[in-house]
């Protein structure tokens, strides 16, 4: 299993549509609205590499994400 926290910088009047896109989707197990440098931090789980890329990539078509950054969960 991988997991992972991205961070995700929202486009102004698309939180609520990136959100209930957010929501929809099988492999994200937390979405959370926070304040600082980005408007939400998700956490995303996969059965390997592949399918984290596949996730990401379809993360980036969702409109109005306009920049994330993810990091990995390293097992301590």
Known sequence: ???????????????N?????LNSLDFIEMVNSVTGPCDIIIKIKAKDYHELKESLYQLQSI??????STSLVVEL
């Not at 992972?4 to 939180?15: H, Q």
């Not at 549509?17 to 896109?21: E, F, L, P, T």
């Open 1 to 15: 299993m991988v997991q992972a926290y991205i961070l995700l910088t929202i486009a102004i009047g698309k939180m």
């Open 63 to 68: 409109d109005g994400i306009m920049e994330s």
């Open 17 to 21: 549509s990136v959100i209930g896109c």
